[in-house]
C-alpha cells in the first residue's frame, strides 16, 4: 500500500517538475480577448491561432500590440493604440498569474517530495531484517583419525543454481569455498561432526537490523600487552581476540538483498610469544573474509575453507614415570606433534520480518 502511494506521488512529481520547467507560462490561456484580438488587420495572423511553435499566448498578446501600434493612424490611431495598451496590460496580468500558479506549484512539489522521503524511510524502517550467523570450526585432523567423511571440505558448495564458486585466498595453498545455498545437506553433515565433537560451534546468534544498517557480533576476550615508552615506562595496552562478525544487509528494488558479510576469529597464538620484561606476550592468530553477495531472502550464504594448520607439543607418559623411586629418572617427556588442521565454516541466513503497521 506505501509503495503504490509513493510511486503515484513520484508521478504527480514528475507532471509538477515538467510544469515548473516550461520556459514560457504557455499554458495559460485567457477566457475572453478583446476585441482587437478578434479581427486581422493588415493581414497580421489572428493571435489566438499559435502559429508559430513555442511562442507562448503572453509573447502573441504583445507581438499584436505591437502590430496595432504600428496601424495606430488617421481616425483609428486612438482606438488602436488603446486596444494596444489593453493587450499589453492583459499580457502582464496573464504573467504575474503564471508566476504565482508556478511559485505555488513548486510549494507542492517540494511538499511532495518531502512525504515522498518520510514514506520511504518509514517503507525502510518498518522491515527489519533477521540475520541467523552461524560459525563453525571443525577439526579436520581429528575427523580423518575417526575415519569421518569431510565431503564438503574438499569441494566449493553449490550455489542455488547447482553452480559452484571458488574465490582465490591470499594464503597460498589454501581456498576459500563460497556460495549460497537452499539445501540441508551441509547442515545436517555440520550437526553430525558436532555430535561427534569433531566440530564446535563458536558462535550462533541472530542479529536484527534494518536496510542499510550494520550490526556487529563480537564474542571473545582481551589480553594485557606490555609497549615499552621512550622514557622507559612501561604501558598496558589491551588486545581483542575471539569471534567478531559484522553484517550490513540493504534491501534492493525487487526485494532480494545485498548482503555485506566480515566474519573474523583470531586467537592467542603462544607460538608466537614475546617475553617483555619477564612477561610473555603471545601472538595473534586471525581469519577473516570480507564479501558481498545479492541473494535471496530465506538463502543461506556459505563461506568455508579458512584454515588454520598450527603445529604444538603432546605430553608423552613414560610406564617407568609411574614407578615409585623411579619417577624422577622417567618423568613425563612433551614431543613435538604433526600438523594439526582446523577449517572455518560461516553460514548466513538472512529473513526479512515486516512489522504489521509496514504491510
Avoid at 515548473?20 to 486581422?40: C, E, F, H, N, Y
Avoid at 517530495?113 to 525502510?124: A, C, D, M, P, S
Avoid at 565433537?197 to 600487552?225: K, Q
Wanted: charged share 25%; with cysteine.
Amino acid at each position: 500500500m506505501v509503495q503504490r502511494l509513493i510511486c503515484c506521488l513520484s508521478v504527480i512529481c514528475l507532471f509538477v517538475t515538467a510544469a515548473i520547467g516550461a520556459d514560457k507560462p504557455s499554458d495559460v490561456i485567457p477566457q475572453s480577448l478583446p476585441l482587437g484580438l478578434r479581427a486581422t488587420h493588415f493581414g497580421a495572423t489572428p493571435v489566438s491561432q499559435q502559429v508559430e511553435s513555442g511562442v507562448s499566448p503572453v509573447d502573441h498578446l504583445r507581438r499584436a500590440a505591437n502590430h496595432l501600434d504600428a496601424a495606430a493612424v488617421g481616425e483609428l490611431q486612438n482606438d488602436l493604440s488603446d486596444e494596444a495598451r489593453k493587450l499589453r496590460q492583459l499580457a502582464d496580468e496573464i504573467e504575474e498569474e503564471a508566476e504565482g500558479r508556478l511559485n505555488d506549484l513548486r510549494d507542492q512539489l517540494q511538499s511532495i517530495q518531502q512525504e515522498i522521503r518520510k514514506l520511504e524511510e518509514l517503507t525502510h524502517s518498518s522491515d527489519q531484517v533477521h540475520v541467523d550467523l552461524r560459525i563453525i570450526e571443525v577439526d579436520v585432523t581429528k575427523a580423518r583419525q575417526l575415519g569421518l567423511k569431510l565431503e564438503f571440505l574438499p569441494h566449493p558448495v553449490a550455489d542455488s543454481n547447482g553452480e559452484s564458486i571458488e574465490l582465490a585466498s591470499a594464503t597460498s595453498g589454501s581456498r576459500v569455498l563460497f556460495g549460497v545455498d537452499r539445501s540441508e545437506d551441509l547442515k545436517s553433515w555440520i550437526n553430525r561432526l558436532v555430535d561427534k565433537e569433531v566440530a564446535s560451534i563458536l558462535a550462533e546468534p541472530r542479529l536484527v537490523t534494518t536496510s542499510g544498517r550494520p550490526a556487529t557480533l563480537n564474542s571473545g576476550g582481551e589480553f594485557p600487552v606490555l609497549v615499552p615508552q621512550s622514557t622507559g615506562q612501561v604501558s598496558i595496552e589491551w588486545r581483542d581476540f575471539g569471534v567478531r562478525a559484522e553484517v550490513l544487509p540493504v534491501i534492493l528494488d525487487d526485494g532480494r538483498l545485498r548482503l555485506d558479510v566480515a566474519p573474523e576469529i583470531s586467537e592467542r597464538d603462544f607460538s608466537n610469544s614475546v617475553n617483555v620484561q619477564g612477561m610473555v606476550i603471545p601472538g595473534i592468530t586471525k581469519r577473516r573474509v570480507n564479501t558481498q553477495v545479492e541473494m535471496s531472502f530465506g538463502q543461506t550464504l556459505v563461506i568455508g575453507g579458512l584454515v588454520l594448520i598450527s603445529k604444538g607439543m603432546v605430553q608423552t607418559d613414560n610406564p617407568l614415570s609411574k614407578v615409585p623411586k623411579e619417577s624422577r629418572l622417567y618423568k613425563e617427556a612433551l614431543q613435538p606433534e604433526a600438523n594439526h588442521e582446523k577449517h572455518l565454516i560461516v553460514l548466513v541466513t538472512p529473513s526479512l520480518v515486516h512489522r504489521a503497521n509496514g504491510e
